[in-house]
């Protein structure tokens, strides 16, 4: 809410989605939820994924997209939103009188009555019968906690309360070969939610819950430094590496630190693609084995979404520009492109393929990634700029306007980029302020940077990829303008030399090859 988007790229893709946002109905999006606690319906559900495979992940997603488009625009009508859909959870909550909440038929039964018994049949996606139950209320937990912290709904923590203590109830008593099959399916960032909930509570119980759903099989070799990503799925993994850095910032384990940092290192230096995305078919290939893994099924953008929010918690400890630069790679390069500019709809995959195009998804469908695609374009915002109490990160070069209320400080930051090379910061001050401002300086600048402060051009002896420290007491009408020059470069595949992309500044390059017809 401190931050504003000006007039750009990203304050178009921001107000496309938010109309799309608007014409969701809630009552659709929450019907199953009421049928399943009981509760007549109030509209008829939506299709695609809510009506054939996991119902209710859109509600999680959508939830926290409006609590963000909130902060993001200050528009009442989706913190109106956001209070409805808190209320109806709740009266479906009450209506079932354990504290459960779902939207997958017979879910409630099936893990009271198999799994807390540990009769256990799991598979990638399935557990007996339900399609990943637990990525779905991993979904529903994240958006209360998203309507509880962004838009101070207190009854979103004690719904999330009440489920975390019903859910504590199926896996108490598995034993830990139990729970290693039942990690066998896919369960979202669970993990991460119940660390937010031992955060917000100090319930050890929540705390305890969260190292029973970490999956030691992948996440143990991770943490003694082994590559075991090849043949695995992406996003089911991603998120529990999001968890374990979660888990960091609250207990201060430094295992958890250091595994996540080994997956963010791993995936970003070995699997990752020129566009900042990952995955070919949803799967991690060979490390460094990408020539032959191109085609209409590369980067899936919930694979990127997750990315990037770990990156957020990995910068966040260092301040490391590496982090910084590789946001801006897959914010412009996958992220933003996601989106059709013109109706603001979303894809499933990033194609990479020769001659490869975008398949925009209907937005009714709700697939996985029109979940994430919701949040992606309603949180821009919230990762141009990072503080501490003397230090101010321009982490992106986005139009916007930061408002420092503890500082009496209004920085805005004008620009096009990366339409333009240059982007400009204006100092408004009550009073001055003592104050270290750090602009990038991206490891792709190979042409240099240039920044003049009120006129007068700095002594650059930092290198590319880093931060350039500005210190100093700031008034008002100080003025520091950033110059970047772009250049044509290309960037090879690790396996093939010969097999390149074109970048101009920060940019992937793609050749304009008309409209698809039918």
């Known amino acids: ?40 319906p109030k509209a008829e559900p939506y299709g695609g994924w809510e009506a054939e495979t996991i119902a209710g992940h859109s509600l999680g997603h959508y939830l926290s997209a409006i609590s963000m488009m909130y902060q993001t625009t200050g528009r009442e009508e989706f913190l109106e939103r956001v209070n409805y859909i808190v209320n109806e959870l709740k009266e479906c909550q009450d209506a079932d009188g354990k504290g459960y909440i779902g939207a997958f038929p017979d879910g409630k039964k099936i893990l009271e009555e198999e799994v807390a018994r540990g009769i256990i049949r799991s598979q990638g996606f399935d557990l007996n019968g339900i ?79 969260s190292h029973i759903f970490q999956d030691k099989f992948i996440l143990e070799p991770l943490s003694r430094g082994e590559d075991i990503l090849p043949g695995k799925h992406c996003n089911t993994n991603i998120p529990k590496l999001i968890g374990l850095a979660r888990r960091y910032e609250i207990t201060g384990d430094s295992t958890d630190r250091k595994t996540a940092t080994f997956f963010w290192e791993t995936v970003v230096r070995h699997h990752t693609y020129v566009t900042g995305g990952n995955g070919d078919n949803e799967y991690f290939g060979e490390e460094d084995k990408l020539r032959d893994r191109l085609g209409d ?22 301040a490391s520009a590496e982090y910084a630069d590789f946001y801006e790679r897959a914010l412009f390069n996958h992220i933003l492109s996601s989106q059709d500019p013109e109706n603001g709809h979303v894809v499933y995959n990033l194609s990479l393929d020769m001659g490869g195009y975008k398949d925009f998804q209907d937005p009714e469908w709700f697939t996985c990634c029109i979940g994430s695609g919701m949040e992606n374009h309603s949180k821009y915002n919230s990762s141009i700029y990072f503080h501490n109490k003397s230090e101010l990160f321009v982490y992106q070069y986005i139009a916007s306007e930061l408002t420092w209320k503890e500082k009496g400080l209004v920085l805005t930051q004008k620009t096009s980029y990366p339409e333009e090379e240059t982007t400009t910061l204006e100092i408004s001050a009550v009073d001055p302020v003592d104050l270290t401002i750090y602009v ?54 690790p396996d093939d030399s010969l097999r390149v992309a074109v970048f101009n500044g920060p940019v992937v390059l793609a050749g304009e090859l008309g409209t698809l017809q039918d």
């Open 131 to 209: 399609w990943v139950p637990y990525y779905t209320q991993h979904k529903v937990l994240a958006g209360l906690h998203d309507a509880y912290h962004l838009c101070e709904n207190k009854t979103a923590l004690e719904i999330s309360v009440k489920f975390a203590d019903w859910l504590n109830t199926i896996v108490e008593d598995l034993t830990p070969e139990q729970v290693e099959v039942m990690l066998h399916c896919e369960h979202g960032g669970i993990l991460e939610s119940l660390a937010e909930l031992y955060a917000d509570t100090g319930n050890e119980k929540y705390l305890a819950m």
């Open 297 to 318: 099924a590369t980067t899936e953008t919930c694979n990127v979404y997750n990315m990037l929010k770990l990156t957020n918690h990995l910068f966040e400890w260092t």
């Open 1 to 40: 809410k401190d931050v504003r988007l000006h007039d750009g790229p990203f304050k178009h893709a921001t107000e496309l989605n938010a109309g799309i946002l608007l014409s969701y109905e809630p009552d659709r999006l929450l019907s199953k939820f009421r049928s399943e606690a009981g509760l007549k």
């Open 440 to 493: 990038r300086y991206p490891s792709w600048a190979e042409k240099g940077i240039s920044v003049i402060v009120n006129g007068r051009k700095k002594h650059i002896s930092a290198m590319p990829g880093s931060f350039i420290p500005l210190k100093r007491t700031w008034r008002s009408g100080d003025r520091i303008e950033v110059r970047i020059p772009f250049s044509l470069r290309l960037e090879s595949m």
